[in-house]
């Protein structure tokens, strides 16, 4: 798929990952429409990339089928569609400080499994408006983030864990749902990226951790991460899979 001149809705936009992959698409031709609850740092990224910046909550579905309206009217029908809103916690099951609270767990699930599945699914419909794009019939492309976590996950990530397995877990089933439409769904799944969200890690797992990464030894930039992103859109035969980026890390069990 050819995105020059296609339009990007990207959650999540304002910060790490999400703002490293418009930076990327920007500068191959998109449009960019930063969705991020952070207006403020959105607008400061939009800014830089002639964009549109939208303040809303990736859970909330009438807050959200609002924004696309606006991306629509704005800047037209995403064909690009990148889920990077996402939070994590670090609590254990259970154990010396008390039981995991339930709450925690719901509000993970919520913003990465819900929040992801929620402007996925109000994204598609609105593509499936929309002509085909070229001659393979292609709609668009629903790019999703999981994480490494879904596969090998550490002590005290339980929750973050099942929300990106969820992520894993809805990505062939939707492009299965999408396939007649010609709208692929991608998953990446990052090992180690230097973000906003990973400078919460306390500097001595970082410290033991990166180490373990087979190769190159050092956290993954935002860019690199735009620079899949890009390559699933413009890939066509790529749908319906979780592709990890993570210097081939495996996680071990984490501080125990
Ligand atoms: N950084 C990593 O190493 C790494 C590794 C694997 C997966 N991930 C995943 O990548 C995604 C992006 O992470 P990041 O590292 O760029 O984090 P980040 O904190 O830099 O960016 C996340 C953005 O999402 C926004 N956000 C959070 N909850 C939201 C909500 N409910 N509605 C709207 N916006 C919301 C935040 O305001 C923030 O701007 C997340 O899903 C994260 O789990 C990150």
Request: with cysteine.
């Amino acid at each position: 798929m050819e995105v020059k001149g296609l339009t990007a809705l990207i959650t999540g936009g304002a910060s790490g990952l999400g703002a490293g992959a418009a930076r990327v698409l920007s500068a191959a031709g998109v449009r960019c429409a930063l969705l991020d609850r952070n207006v403020e740092l959105a607008g400061e990224v939009a800014a830089e990339l002639d964009g549109l910046a939208l303040g809303c909550d990736v859970v909330d579905g009438p807050a959200v089928e609002a924004a696309l309206a606006e991306v629509r009217a704005q800047l037209g029908t995403p064909r690009i569609v990148l889920n990077a809103a996402g939070i994590d916690v670090a609590i254990r099951t259970a154990g010396a400080k008390g039981v995991h609270p339930l709450e925690e767990f719901e509000r993970v699930i919520r913003v990465n499994l819900t929040g992801t599945f929620n402007v996925a699914r109000l994204a598609a419909q609105a593509m499936i408006g929309e002509p085909p794009l070229n001659a393979d019939g292609e709609r668009g492309v629903i790019i999703n983030i999981a994480s490494v976590v879904a596969q090998d996950g550490p002590v005290g990530q339980v929750a973050y864990a099942a929300s990106k397995a969820g992520v894993q877990g809805m990505t062939l089933p939707m492009a299965r749902d999408l396939a007649p439409f010609g709208i692929r769904v991608v998953t990446v799944a990052p090992g180690m990226f230097e973000t906003p969200l990973a400078s919460g890690i306390p500097q001595s797992w970082i410290d033991s951790i990166i180490p373990t990464v087979p190769f190159p030894k050092r956290w993954g930039n935002p860019l690199e991460f735009g620079a899949l992103v890009r390559q699933i859109c413009e890939n066509s035969m790529l749908n319906g899979e979780m592709i990890r980026i993570d210097g081939a890390i495996r996680m071990g069990i984490g501080r125990s």
